[in-house]
C-alpha cells in the first residue's frame, strides 16, 4: 500500500513570496491533516479536512494560509505572503477517520529568508 | 490546550525501563501516541479510546486514565531503537481540535 505523498520535499524562498504545498492522501483515507512542526516543537494542527470538507481550521492563520482539498483526495496548502516565522516542516497526514491512527507524509521543509 | 508531558528528556541504557506521561488541561476523549526520529515523520504507536483502557504491543504499553485526563506511555526493557522524540496527541469527542503534547526525548544508549 502506497503511503501518503507529499511534495516538494525541500523549498527554499524569500519572505513577502508565495509556496504552494501538495499531499496525496493514502487511497480510500477520508480524513486528512495539514501540521506545521517547528523544530524542537511538536506539531501544530492547521486545518483537517474530512472527505472535501473543513472541520476544523481553529489555527490556521487565514490571512496568509490557505488549504484545499478537491474532490476528496488531494490537498495543497498555499502560503502568501510568506513570513520568516513560517520556516518549518509541513506534515500532511491521512487516516480512515477521526479516532484512527494518523499516517504521515515525509513532510516539506519550508525555509524563508 | 496543548497537553504537557514528561519528562521532556530521558536517557536508558539498553534494557532499562521508561515512563512518559501525558496530562491535558481539557476532557479527553482519546490519547494517540507516536514516537519521531531525527528527520523523519512521526509514527503512529497506539491509540486509546476509552477511559481505562490499557493497550501493549511488544514491549510498550499505555493506558488512559479518562477522570484525571492523563495518559501514561510505558517502554520496558528498551532497546537501541527505541530513542527518538514521543508524543502524545489528544482528540475532542467529535475528534476535533487534535492537539500534539510537548513531546519527550528519549535516548536509549548501549
Known amino acids: 500500500e502506497a503511503g501518503v505523498a507529499q511534495s516538494p520535499r525541500y523549498k527554499i524562498i524569500e519572505k513577502r513570496q508565495s509556496v504552494a504545498f501538495w499531499c496525496n492522501p493514502i487511497?480510500?483515507?477520508?480524513?486528512l491533516y495539514w501540521y506545521q512542526q517547528i523544530l524542537g516543537q511538536g506539531p501544530k494542527l492547521l486545518i483537517q479536512?474530512?472527505?472535501?470538507?473543513?472541520?476544523?481550521d481553529s489555527q490556521l492563520p487565514k490571512d496568509r494560509f490557505s488549504a484545499e482539498r478537491l474532490k476528496g483526495v488531494d490537498s495543497t496548502l498555499k502560503i502568501q505572503p510568506a513570513k520568516l516565522e513560517d520556516s518549518a516542516v509541513y506534515l500532511c497526514?491521512?487516516?480512515?477517520?477521526?479516532?484512527?491512527?494518523?499516517?504521515f507524509g515525509p513532510g516539506t521543509r519550508l525555509t524563508v529568508t | 490546550q496543548q497537553p504537557v508531558q514528561s519528562p521532556q528528556a530521558v536517557i536508558l541504557r539498553e534494557g532499562e525501563d521508561a515512563v512518559i506521561n501525558c496530562s491535558s488541561s481539557?476532557?479527553?476523549?482519546?490519547v494517540h501516541w507516536y514516537r519521531q526520529k531525527h528527520g523523519e515523520a512521526p509514527v503512529f504507536l497506539m491509540i486509546?479510546?476509552?477511559?481505562?483502557e490499557q493497550k501493549g504491543h511488544d514491549k510498550i504499553s499505555a493506558s488512559f486514565n479518562e477522570k484525571k485526563q492523563q495518559s501514561s506511555l510505558y517502554l520496558t526493557a528498551s532497546q537501541l531503537s527505541y530513542s527518538g522524540t514521543y508524543f502524545c496527541?489528544?482528540?475532542?469527542?467529535?475528534?476535533?481540535?487534535?492537539?500534539f503534547g510537548t513531546g519527550t526525548s528519549l535516548t536509549v544508549i548501549p
Open positions: 497526514a491521512s487516516s480512515l477517520g477521526d479516532f484512527f491512527e494518523q499516517y
Open positions: 487511497s480510500g483515507h477520508a480524513t
Open positions: 479536512f474530512q472527505n472535501n470538507g473543513v472541520v476544523d
Open positions: 481539557k476532557a479527553l476523549y482519546s
Open positions: 486509546l479510546l476509552k477511559g481505562g
Open positions: 496527541g489528544t482528540g475532542k469527542n467529535t475528534g476535533n481540535q487534535f492537539y
